[in-house]
T-cell receptor, first 112, second 114 residues
Framework: DQQVKQNSPSLSVQEGRISILNCDYT??????FLWYKKYPAEGPTFLIS???IKDKNEDGRFTVFLNKSAKHLSLHIVPSQPGDSAVYFC???????????WGLGTSLAVNP | EPEVTQTPSHQVTQMGQEVILRCVPI?????FYWYRQILGQKVEFLVS????????KSEIFDDQFSVERPDGSNFTLKIRSTKLEDSAMYFC????????????FGSGTRLTVV
């Protein structure tokens, strides 16, 4: 089941630069997308979301972009900080279904 | 900040034994979920629970699995006869509303079946 794909298992970025994490999906019924952040030995923490009726949502240093025609979304973190080092999961939801479909995650390392 | 609490953090069990994973959701939340993540694989939905009954379950959630809200505060996942392939991190989550916004996860229980 590859409905949500995060093709980069890892990403390394210098502190202060932009981190861009990508996510692709195949199910056109998805209408809500979320990014979660996960530290070791902790559960996923909600970061930011976007509805399919929008193409951008911003919250502080975090911005999510959605390109529906390409079935692609990305999370931008700027400026990146060492505390942002974690695994980032993209997840998607369809309609009234409260089930989340997850990508495999991208491990981000922000180097001081 | 309110949080979802899961116990134990790590459980080791013999194959064929029953295990109960416990969760205390956020007190005013109405929807409860179990997810699991096998090492190196995706986080997978198991079950959602609302109004004292299962609202949706995945194909993973077979007759070996059950959930219960025994006392109005705890939310448990029981695996009747564990298999080696049940070894995973099990995450409980709760949400206040019907949408996925505000899904709060616990820290997880690492289940190891030997």
């Amino acid at each position: 089941d590859q409905q949500v794909k995060q093709n980069s298992p890892s990403l390394s970025v210098q502190e202060g630069r932009i981190s861009i994490l990508n996510c692709d999906y195949t199910n056109s019924m998805f209408d809500y997308f979320l990014w979660y952040k996960k530290y070791p030995a902790e559960g996923p923490t909600f970061l930011i979301s976007i509805s399919s009726i929008k193409d951008k949502n911003e919250d502080g240093r975090f911005t999510v972009f959605l390109n529906k025609s390409a079935k692609h979304l990305s999370l931008h973190i700027v400026p990146s900080q060492p505390g942002d080092s974690a695994v980032y999961f993209c997840a998607a939801n369809a309609g009234n279904n409260r089930k989340l479909i997850w990508g495999l995650g991208t491990s981000l390392a922000v180097n001081p | 900040e309110p949080e979802v609490t899961q116990t134990p953090s790590h459980q080791v069990t013999q194959m064929g034994q029953e295990v109960i994973l416990r969760c205390v959701p956020i007190s005013n939340h109405l929807y409860f979920y179990w997810y699991r993540q096998i090492l190196g694989q995706k986080v997978e939905f198991l079950v959602s629970f609302y109004n004292n009954e299962i609202s949706e379950k995945s194909e993973i959630f077979d007759d070996q699995f059950s959930v219960e809200r025994p006392d109005g505060s705890n939310f448990t996942l029981k695996i009747r006869s564990t298999k080696l392939e049940d070894s995973a991190m099990y995450f409980c989550a709760s949400s206040g509303g019907a949408t996925v916004i505000g899904y709060t996860f616990g820290s997880g229980t690492r289940l190891t079946v030997v």
